[in-house]
Protein backbone atom coordinates (compact mmCIF):
# COMPACT_ATOMS: atom_id res chain seq x y z
CA UNK A 1 0.00 0.00 0.00
CA UNK A 2 1.33 3.16 -1.11
CA UNK A 3 -0.14 6.44 1.32
CA UNK A 4 0.38 9.28 -1.76
CA UNK A 5 0.55 12.01 1.10
CA UNK A 6 3.75 10.46 2.11
CA UNK A 7 5.46 9.91 -1.57
CA UNK A 8 3.54 13.17 -3.42
CA UNK A 9 6.99 15.37 -2.77
CA UNK A 10 9.04 12.60 -4.27
CA UNK A 11 10.47 12.83 -7.82
CA UNK A 12 8.72 10.69 -9.93
CA UNK A 13 11.72 8.07 -10.82
CA UNK A 14 12.02 7.75 -7.29
CA UNK A 15 8.33 7.45 -6.66
CA UNK A 16 7.87 4.70 -9.71
CA UNK A 17 10.25 2.80 -6.93
CA UNK A 18 8.73 2.91 -3.61
CA UNK A 19 6.26 -0.41 -3.62
CA UNK A 20 5.11 0.48 -0.01
CA UNK A 21 4.54 3.36 2.12
CA UNK A 22 2.62 3.41 5.20
CA UNK A 23 2.63 5.89 8.68
CA UNK A 24 1.78 4.62 11.45
CA UNK A 25 2.14 6.15 15.11
CA UNK A 26 4.60 8.93 13.67
CA UNK A 27 6.68 6.42 12.19
CA UNK A 28 7.00 5.98 8.29
CA UNK A 29 8.06 3.07 6.83
CA UNK A 30 8.87 3.05 3.12
CA UNK A 31 10.14 -0.19 0.82
CA UNK A 32 12.60 1.17 -2.10
CA UNK A 33 13.00 -0.96 -4.66
CA UNK A 34 16.65 -0.72 -5.66
CA UNK A 35 17.35 -3.45 -8.11
CA UNK A 36 19.49 -2.40 -10.73
CA UNK A 37 21.32 0.50 -8.92
CA UNK A 38 24.69 1.14 -8.43
CA UNK A 39 25.24 1.61 -4.28
CA UNK A 40 26.06 5.13 -4.81
CA UNK A 41 22.70 5.76 -6.47
CA UNK A 42 21.19 3.39 -3.68
CA UNK A 43 22.73 5.35 -0.85
CA UNK A 44 21.32 8.80 -3.06
CA UNK A 45 18.19 7.34 -3.39
CA UNK A 46 17.69 6.44 -0.19
CA UNK A 47 18.16 9.53 1.40
CA UNK A 48 16.19 11.13 -1.08
CA UNK A 49 13.53 9.26 0.50
CA UNK A 50 14.42 9.81 3.67
CA UNK A 51 14.42 13.91 3.56
CA UNK A 52 11.54 13.80 1.16
CA UNK A 53 9.21 11.80 3.69
CA UNK A 54 10.63 13.42 6.85
CA UNK A 55 9.66 16.41 5.82
CA UNK A 56 6.11 15.93 6.34
CA UNK A 57 4.83 17.61 9.51
CA UNK A 58 3.40 14.04 10.91
CA UNK A 59 6.14 12.27 10.75
CA UNK A 60 8.74 11.57 13.25
CA UNK A 61 10.76 8.96 12.17
CA UNK A 62 11.58 7.16 8.97
CA UNK A 63 12.15 3.66 8.17
CA UNK A 64 13.68 2.69 4.81
CA UNK A 65 13.69 -1.09 3.63
CA UNK A 66 15.75 -1.59 0.30
CA UNK A 67 14.52 -4.15 -1.66
CA UNK A 68 16.22 -5.76 -4.62
CA UNK A 69 13.92 -7.70 -6.40
CA UNK A 70 14.58 -7.97 -9.78
CA UNK A 71 11.83 -8.72 -12.13
CA UNK A 72 13.68 -11.51 -14.42
CA UNK A 73 14.86 -9.52 -17.54
CA UNK A 74 13.84 -10.87 -20.86
CA UNK A 75 15.23 -10.76 -24.32
CA UNK A 76 13.79 -10.43 -27.24
CA UNK A 77 15.25 -10.29 -30.63
CA UNK A 78 14.29 -8.64 -33.58
CA UNK A 79 15.26 -10.71 -37.10
CA UNK A 80 14.45 -11.51 -40.91
CA UNK A 81 16.71 -13.24 -43.30
CA UNK A 82 16.85 -10.51 -45.92
CA UNK A 83 18.63 -7.18 -44.90
CA UNK A 84 16.85 -3.55 -45.47
CA UNK A 85 13.46 -4.96 -45.04
CA UNK A 86 13.46 -2.47 -41.79
CA UNK A 87 14.51 -4.26 -38.20
CA UNK A 88 16.09 -1.52 -37.10
CA UNK A 89 13.20 0.84 -37.88
CA UNK A 90 10.77 -1.53 -36.04
CA UNK A 91 12.88 -2.17 -32.90
CA UNK A 92 13.49 1.35 -32.72
CA UNK A 93 9.62 2.17 -32.61
CA UNK A 94 8.81 -1.23 -31.18
CA UNK A 95 10.94 0.17 -28.10
CA UNK A 96 9.83 3.64 -27.55
CA UNK A 97 6.17 2.32 -28.11
CA UNK A 98 6.40 0.05 -25.07
CA UNK A 99 8.24 2.48 -23.26
CA UNK A 100 5.72 5.12 -23.44
CA UNK A 101 3.21 2.13 -22.26
CA UNK A 102 5.16 2.05 -19.28
CA UNK A 103 7.48 -0.90 -20.45
CA UNK A 104 11.29 -0.88 -19.09
CA UNK A 105 12.82 -1.43 -22.09
CA UNK A 106 16.46 -1.18 -23.71
CA UNK A 107 17.96 -1.50 -27.13
CA UNK A 108 20.86 -3.54 -28.09
CA UNK A 109 22.31 -2.53 -31.74
CA UNK A 110 23.58 -6.38 -32.56
CA UNK A 111 24.28 -5.14 -35.93
CA UNK A 112 28.12 -4.79 -35.42
CA UNK A 113 29.69 -4.37 -39.04
CA UNK A 114 26.37 -2.14 -39.83
CA UNK A 115 24.88 -0.40 -36.71
CA UNK A 116 22.23 2.25 -37.28
CA UNK A 117 20.16 2.38 -34.21
CA UNK A 118 22.93 5.86 -32.77
CA UNK A 119 21.07 7.08 -36.34
CA UNK A 120 17.58 6.04 -35.85
CA UNK A 121 17.58 7.49 -32.02
CA UNK A 122 19.66 10.87 -32.22
CA UNK A 123 22.55 10.22 -30.42
CA UNK A 124 25.10 9.42 -32.41
CA UNK A 125 27.60 11.46 -30.45
CA UNK A 126 26.78 9.61 -27.20
CA UNK A 127 29.90 7.93 -25.62
CA UNK A 128 29.07 4.57 -22.93
CA UNK A 129 30.86 4.59 -20.03
CA UNK A 130 32.47 1.60 -18.36
CA UNK A 131 31.79 0.57 -14.47
CA UNK A 132 33.35 -2.53 -12.74
CA UNK A 133 34.21 -3.33 -16.81
CA UNK A 134 31.17 -3.38 -18.31
CA UNK A 135 29.46 -0.76 -20.18
CA UNK A 136 26.50 1.90 -19.45
CA UNK A 137 24.09 2.14 -21.69
CA UNK A 138 23.60 5.61 -22.86
CA UNK A 139 20.45 7.56 -22.96
CA UNK A 140 18.55 8.52 -26.20
CA UNK A 141 15.87 11.44 -25.75
CA UNK A 142 13.02 8.91 -26.07
CA UNK A 143 13.31 7.09 -22.78
CA UNK A 144 15.20 4.00 -24.14
CA UNK A 145 18.67 3.30 -23.02
CA UNK A 146 20.12 2.08 -26.35
CA UNK A 147 24.28 0.33 -26.60
CA UNK A 148 25.71 0.35 -30.25
CA UNK A 149 28.78 -0.22 -31.95
CA UNK A 150 28.42 3.03 -33.20
CA UNK A 151 28.81 4.32 -29.79
CA UNK A 152 32.12 3.48 -29.41
CA UNK A 153 33.74 3.76 -32.60
CA UNK A 154 34.23 6.75 -34.71
CA UNK A 155 31.66 7.40 -37.33
CA UNK A 156 32.65 6.46 -40.92
CA UNK A 157 35.61 3.91 -39.71
CA UNK A 158 35.26 0.50 -40.70
CA UNK A 159 34.61 -2.70 -38.10
CA UNK A 160 36.64 -5.75 -39.78
CA UNK A 161 36.71 -8.48 -36.88
CA UNK A 162 36.23 -11.93 -36.96
CA UNK A 163 33.92 -13.85 -35.67
CA UNK A 164 34.80 -14.34 -31.98
CA UNK A 165 35.39 -10.87 -31.85
CA UNK A 166 32.33 -10.09 -33.15
CA UNK A 167 31.20 -12.30 -30.64
CA UNK A 168 33.10 -10.63 -27.70
CA UNK A 169 31.50 -7.22 -28.96
CA UNK A 170 28.22 -8.49 -29.00
CA UNK A 171 28.43 -9.96 -25.25
CA UNK A 172 29.65 -6.58 -24.08
CA UNK A 173 26.65 -4.85 -25.35
CA UNK A 174 24.11 -7.52 -23.70
CA UNK A 175 25.99 -7.97 -20.67
CA UNK A 176 26.01 -4.45 -19.01
CA UNK A 177 24.19 -2.35 -17.38
CA UNK A 178 20.88 -2.41 -17.91
CA UNK A 179 19.41 -0.98 -14.56
CA UNK A 180 15.97 -1.82 -13.90
CA UNK A 181 15.34 -2.44 -17.87
CA UNK A 182 12.98 -5.67 -18.09
CA UNK A 183 13.20 -6.03 -21.72
CA UNK A 184 16.28 -5.67 -24.11
CA UNK A 185 15.03 -5.65 -27.77
CA UNK A 186 17.95 -6.56 -29.71
CA UNK A 187 18.15 -5.52 -33.23
CA UNK A 188 19.89 -8.29 -35.35
CA UNK A 189 21.88 -8.19 -38.31
CA UNK A 190 20.59 -10.04 -41.22
CA UNK A 191 20.71 -13.09 -41.92
CA UNK A 192 22.51 -16.39 -39.88
CA UNK A 193 25.70 -15.42 -39.21
CA UNK A 194 28.05 -15.15 -36.06
CA UNK A 195 25.98 -12.68 -33.89
CA UNK A 196 22.32 -14.78 -34.61
CA UNK A 197 24.88 -18.09 -32.94
CA UNK A 198 26.39 -15.96 -30.28
CA UNK A 199 22.89 -14.54 -29.33
CA UNK A 200 21.32 -18.39 -29.29
CA UNK A 201 24.29 -19.82 -27.61
CA UNK A 202 25.04 -17.22 -24.95
CA UNK A 203 21.84 -14.75 -24.50
CA UNK A 204 18.85 -17.22 -25.41
CA UNK A 205 16.31 -15.01 -26.18
CA UNK A 206 12.62 -15.46 -24.87
CA UNK A 207 11.25 -15.04 -27.89
CA UNK A 208 11.82 -13.26 -31.88
CA UNK A 209 9.82 -11.08 -33.80
CA UNK A 210 10.27 -11.44 -37.12
CA UNK A 211 10.30 -8.64 -39.79
CA UNK A 212 9.72 -9.37 -43.95
CA UNK A 213 8.06 -6.96 -47.10
CA UNK A 214 5.71 -8.54 -48.98
CA UNK A 215 8.06 -9.64 -51.50
CA UNK A 216 8.37 -13.29 -52.09
CA UNK A 217 12.24 -13.80 -51.68
CA UNK A 218 11.93 -11.50 -48.33
CA UNK A 219 9.09 -14.02 -47.15
CA UNK A 220 11.42 -16.96 -48.18
CA UNK A 221 13.91 -16.04 -46.08
CA UNK A 222 12.07 -14.86 -43.05
CA UNK A 223 10.71 -18.61 -43.26
CA UNK A 224 14.62 -19.46 -43.08
CA UNK A 225 15.99 -17.31 -39.97
CA UNK A 226 12.10 -18.46 -38.16
CA UNK A 227 14.06 -22.00 -38.95
CA UNK A 228 17.21 -20.77 -37.00
CA UNK A 229 15.03 -19.74 -33.81
CA UNK A 230 12.62 -22.74 -33.95
CA UNK A 231 15.75 -25.27 -34.07
CA UNK A 232 17.66 -23.40 -30.92
CA UNK A 233 14.01 -23.70 -29.45
CA UNK A 234 13.29 -19.65 -29.15
CA UNK A 235 9.68 -19.45 -29.76
CA UNK A 236 8.72 -17.07 -32.81
CA UNK A 237 6.42 -14.17 -31.26
CA UNK A 238 4.97 -13.43 -34.69
CA UNK A 239 5.56 -11.58 -38.15
CA UNK A 240 5.64 -8.39 -39.27
CA UNK A 241 5.14 -6.75 -42.69
CA UNK A 242 6.68 -3.77 -43.76
CA UNK A 243 6.94 -1.64 -46.29
CA UNK A 244 2.80 -2.82 -47.39
CA UNK A 245 0.66 -0.46 -48.76
CA UNK A 246 2.11 2.54 -50.20
CA UNK A 247 0.50 5.90 -49.64
CA UNK A 248 1.21 8.72 -52.52
CA UNK A 249 1.81 12.25 -50.24
CA UNK A 250 -0.07 13.92 -53.54
CA UNK A 251 -3.38 12.11 -54.07
CA UNK A 252 -3.29 9.66 -50.93
CA UNK A 253 -3.95 6.89 -53.31
CA UNK A 254 -2.57 3.52 -51.82
CA UNK A 255 -0.84 1.15 -53.66
CA UNK A 256 1.57 -1.95 -53.18
CA UNK A 257 5.04 -1.92 -54.79
CA UNK A 258 6.14 -5.13 -53.36
CA UNK A 259 2.49 -6.14 -52.86
CA UNK A 260 0.22 -6.72 -49.71
CA UNK A 261 -0.76 -9.42 -47.49
CA UNK A 262 1.61 -11.84 -48.41
CA UNK A 263 3.15 -11.98 -44.84
CA UNK A 264 0.13 -12.48 -43.02
CA UNK A 265 -0.50 -15.18 -45.22
CA UNK A 266 2.86 -16.83 -45.00
CA UNK A 267 2.43 -16.65 -41.34
CA UNK A 268 -1.13 -18.78 -41.67
CA UNK A 269 0.99 -21.21 -43.58
CA UNK A 270 4.15 -21.27 -41.24
CA UNK A 271 1.34 -21.63 -38.22
CA UNK A 272 2.93 -18.26 -36.94
CA UNK A 273 0.85 -15.27 -35.80
CA UNK A 274 0.56 -12.39 -37.51
CA UNK A 275 1.61 -9.07 -35.90
CA UNK A 276 0.85 -6.59 -37.86
CA UNK A 277 1.57 -4.46 -41.01
CA UNK A 278 3.43 -1.05 -41.14
CA UNK A 279 2.95 0.64 -44.50
CA UNK A 280 6.03 2.03 -46.79
CA UNK A 281 5.70 5.55 -46.07
CA UNK A 282 8.19 8.47 -46.76
CA UNK A 283 7.82 9.81 -43.28
CA UNK A 284 9.45 6.59 -41.56
CA UNK A 285 12.16 6.83 -43.42
CA UNK A 286 13.00 10.78 -42.64
CA UNK A 287 12.35 9.92 -39.15
CA UNK A 288 14.75 7.35 -38.78
CA UNK A 289 17.47 9.50 -41.03
CA UNK A 290 16.34 12.54 -38.78
CA UNK A 291 17.13 10.61 -34.92
CA UNK A 292 13.02 10.91 -34.52
CA UNK A 293 11.79 7.98 -35.03
CA UNK A 294 7.86 8.41 -35.82
CA UNK A 295 6.20 6.15 -32.89
CA UNK A 296 7.58 9.09 -30.21
CA UNK A 297 4.84 11.18 -31.52
CA UNK A 298 1.55 10.96 -31.77
CA UNK A 299 0.63 10.99 -35.51
CA UNK A 300 -1.25 8.44 -37.11
CA UNK A 301 2.22 6.59 -38.40
CA UNK A 302 2.50 5.78 -34.84
CA UNK A 303 -0.13 3.64 -34.67
CA UNK A 304 1.06 0.29 -36.33
CA UNK A 305 3.96 0.61 -34.15
CA UNK A 306 1.67 1.24 -30.93
CA UNK A 307 -0.28 -1.96 -32.42
CA UNK A 308 2.47 -4.37 -32.57
CA UNK A 309 4.21 -3.35 -29.47
CA UNK A 310 0.75 -4.17 -27.54
CA UNK A 311 0.60 -7.61 -28.98
CA UNK A 312 4.54 -8.29 -28.11
CA UNK A 313 3.29 -6.93 -24.63
CA UNK A 314 0.63 -9.10 -24.74
CA UNK A 315 2.71 -12.27 -25.01
CA UNK A 316 5.39 -11.05 -23.11
CA UNK A 317 2.73 -10.85 -20.52
CA UNK A 318 1.06 -14.23 -20.84
CA UNK A 319 4.75 -15.86 -21.02
CA UNK A 320 5.75 -14.09 -17.87
N1 LIG B 1 7.85 1.34 -43.39
C1 LIG B 1 8.83 2.06 -43.93
N2 LIG B 1 8.56 3.10 -44.76
C2 LIG B 1 9.57 3.82 -45.32
N3 LIG B 1 10.86 3.58 -45.15
C3 LIG B 1 11.20 2.54 -44.34
C4 LIG B 1 10.21 1.74 -43.68
N4 LIG B 1 10.85 0.82 -42.93
C5 LIG B 1 12.17 1.03 -43.10
N5 LIG B 1 12.38 2.06 -43.94
C6 LIG B 1 13.68 2.57 -44.42
O1 LIG B 1 14.30 1.50 -45.12
C7 LIG B 1 15.71 1.48 -44.85
C8 LIG B 1 16.08 0.13 -44.23
O2 LIG B 1 15.44 0.01 -42.96
P1 LIG B 1 16.21 -0.60 -41.73
O3 LIG B 1 17.56 -0.05 -41.62
O4 LIG B 1 15.32 -0.51 -40.55
O5 LIG B 1 16.28 -2.10 -42.21
P2 LIG B 1 17.14 -3.31 -41.60
O6 LIG B 1 16.36 -4.55 -41.84
O7 LIG B 1 17.53 -3.02 -40.21
O8 LIG B 1 18.42 -3.24 -42.54
P3 LIG B 1 19.81 -4.06 -42.31
O9 LIG B 1 19.51 -5.46 -42.70
O10 LIG B 1 20.74 -3.36 -43.23
O11 LIG B 1 20.17 -3.93 -40.87
C9 LIG B 1 15.97 2.66 -43.94
O12 LIG B 1 16.35 3.75 -44.74
C10 LIG B 1 14.62 2.94 -43.29
O13 LIG B 1 14.46 4.30 -42.92
MG1 LIG C 1 19.42 -2.94 -39.34
Known sequence: MVDNALTAALPASIGARVSSATLKDGRATVVLDVAGLAPAERDEMEAAVRE???ASGEVED???????????????????????VGKSTLTANLAI????????????????????????????????????????????????????????VKQGQAIAWRGPMVGNALSQLIDAHWGDAELLLVDLPPGTGDVQLTMLQKFKPAGAVLVSTPQDLALIDAARAGQLFDQAGVPVIGLVENMSGY?????GEVSDP?????????AGRLELPFLGRIPLDLAIRQGSDAGKPPAAGDDAIAEPFRAIATKLATWLSKTA
Open 247 to 251: ACPHC
Open 62 to 84: VRVILTAERKARRIVAVGSGKGG
Open 97 to 152: ALHRMGHKVGVVDADIYGPSQPMILGNQAARPEARENKLIPVESTFGVPVLSMGHL
Open 52 to 54: SVG
Open 258 to 266: FGAGGVEDA
